[in-house]
């Protein structure tokens, strides 16, 4: 068999854009249990099935092996701290969440995009996971969007593009990362920058694509990390964070993402920006910034 890193699996696995699920049953006491899961997807319309995996080190893995059911919701975005409870090791995961009995009669979270109530139709073997297989007993959807996955990050496209800037004088810059550093170009006046662009009238997405191929060919266009305006040219900032696979980039260098390299980047809303990376980062909790160059609101994923 071959051997791999299993944490660069685990990224590479991540570079599939997933939503974001709350999988639940009923413990032997009737109790709810839940755990947090991507790993969801439709298997088949008749009969109505879906499948989800567990792994066998969960500490609910006996729980939904042995009973005779489990639901799926697909949580919204504003859900972000759901997902989070049911991810971590916490004593009563439903102890602040709104729920109730589906029709199969596993938990059913309130403010769901969705949920699929099932009957446990089959289980599969499969390495160190088992792969649920449900049957819907019953179902809902709303309008409500849905929460995303990415890279290790949660995204919220509706919120986001809902706060995007409207107008013609817009400038993307893009933070490409590799292995713990970021690239940075010569200002023209012996101080760094971002590398950046102005959005033209194809907009902000091929504006960025643009941009990459002619700094970092091959790096990944990515999430947005940053909406500010200007301190005096009037104009709104988009940052993106871009992933590159290796530290080479056709203009600039990568230096380390460390705040005591990034004391030459000339612009202190930029450098602020970085600072604040440089420190999330290390603690893998990111955030999305909406404001002025001087003030505005970090919103957490």
């Not at 590479?12 to 839940?34: I, N, Q, R, S, W």
């Not at 194809?202 to 909406?227: F, M, N, Q, T």
Request: net charge negative; with cysteine; hydrophobic share 45%.
């Amino acid at each position: 068999m071959t051997a791999f890193d299993p944490r660069a699996l685990r990224d590479a696995f991540g570079c599939f854009m997933t939503g974001v699920t709350v999988v639940t049953t009923t413990g032997p006491a009737g109790e709810p249990v839940g755990f947090t899961a991507n790993s969801f997807s439709s298997v088949s319309l008749d009969p109505p099935l879906l499948l989800v995996s567990i792994g066998r080190s969960s500490r609910n893995f006996a729980h939904f092996v042995n009973a005779g059911g489990f639901a799926v919701n697909v949580l919204a975005e504003g859900q972000k701290e759901v997902s989070s409870t049911f991810a971590r090791p916490v004593e009563d995961r439903f102890a602040d969440v709104e729920w109730h009995a589906g029709p199969a009669g596993s938990p059913v979270i309130a403010g769901a995009s969705a949920w699929f109530d099932c009957t446990l139709w089959q289980t599969v073997e499969a390495g160190d996971h088992v792969i649920l297989l449900g049957e819907i007993r019953g179902f809902s959807a709303s309008h409500e969007p849905g929460l995303g996955y990415y890279r290790g990050a949660y995204i919220t496209p509706a919120a986001t593009a809902a706060q995007l800037p409207a107008g013609p004088d817009v400038v993307i810059s893009a933070i490409v990362e590799a292995a713990g550093q970021v690239l940075l170009l010569d200002d023209g006046a012996g101080r760094l920058s971002l590398p950046e662009a102005r959005v033209g009238r194809d907009g902000v997405r091929p504006a960025l694509e643009k941009l990459l191929a002619s700094v970092a060919p091959g790096a990944a266009s990515g999430e947005i990390y940053a909406v500010y305006e200007g301190e005096a040219e009037g104009r709104q900032h988009i940052a993106f964070r871009c992933a590159a696979t290796s530290p080479e980039a056709s203009r600039g260098a990568f230096i380390p993402l460390e705040t005591a390299c990034l004391k030459a980047v000339g612009d202190p809303a930029t450098r602020s920006m970085l600072d604040r990376l440089a420190t999330e980062a290390r603690l893998g909790n990111y955030g999305v910034y909406f404001g002025s160059h001087a003030e505005g609101q970090v919103t957490r994923k």
